[in-house]
């Protein structure tokens, strides 16, 4: 009938409306939680770059303000070079320039009539960095030292031909002979004015100078 088809008619509109409705909703919702979605990830986005420029910059502050390792330096107090050494011309023994037997090196023996005086040159060289070397102290064995001080005890005094027979005066020969053969430099100061010969300071001269004995 047409209440019925009228009754019917309404229906569907409103069913219509309905469904307009609903869709209408959803889609509002859809896009309400996309949004949702899309300003929680840049929140996070944002956060994580804040986190590594602040990584950054704490890794460059840490850059900046550390400071290289200061190597340890040696306090040792470096030698003498050859060259700022002054020559051993230069050093005198009761004001008269020694004789000098040239060498190589930095090594340097002093010899002489008298050992006090030897002794007392020597350090002017030592002091400034030279190589010193005498026929004296533990160059010398305790054997050789015993022997002397048993063949002159009392005073006794030893001829020549006795001196030269002396462990003392065999081991003097061969160290005068090394020096020698090594290329050392040789200091002659000489001796006291007036003092007597000495077979060793004369064997001395005789080997590493060529004056005859």
């Known amino acids: 009938t047409a209440k019925s088809e009228s009754g019917l008619d309404r ?3 409103d069913l219509v409306h309905a469904v307009v409705l609903f869709g209408a909703a959803a889609l509002s919702a859809l896009g309400a939680r996309a949004k949702t979605a899309s300003l929680e990830q840049r929140a996070v986005g944002s956060a994580d770059s804040s986190a ?14 550390s ?22 011309e230069n ?24 050992m006090s005086n030897v002794r007392d040159f020597a350090d ?13 102290g533990n160059t010398i064995t305790n054997s050789a ?16 031909e006795e001196v030269t027979m ?22 002659d100061i000489g001796g006291p004015p007036g003092a007597s010969p000495s077979a060793f300071y004369q064997m001395e001269k005789s080997v590493l100078f060529g004056d005859s004995p």
């Open 145 to 160: 030292k015993q022997e002397w001080a048993d063949l002159t005890a009392g005073g006794k005094r030893l001829s020549d």
């Open 52 to 65: 590594g420029g602040a990584g950054a910059a704490d890794a460059a502050k840490l850059r900046t303000n």
């Open 11 to 13: 229906a569907a509109n």
């Open 124 to 136: 002017g060289p030592r002091g400034v960095g030279y190589d010193v070397e005498l026929f004296d």
């Open 166 to 187: 002396t462990k003392l005066y065999q081991e003097n020969a061969a160290w005068a002979t090394k020096l020698k053969a090594n290329g050392y430099t040789v200091i």
């Open 91 to 114: 050093f005198r023994f009761n004001d008269v320039a020694p004789r000098i037997l040239s060498g190589s090196g930095n090594r340097v023996a002093v010899i002489g009539r008298q």
């Open 67 to 88: 400071t290289p390792r200061q190597l340890p330096t040696s306090k040792t107090k470096p030698a003498i070079p050859q060259a700022a050494q002054p020559g051993l």
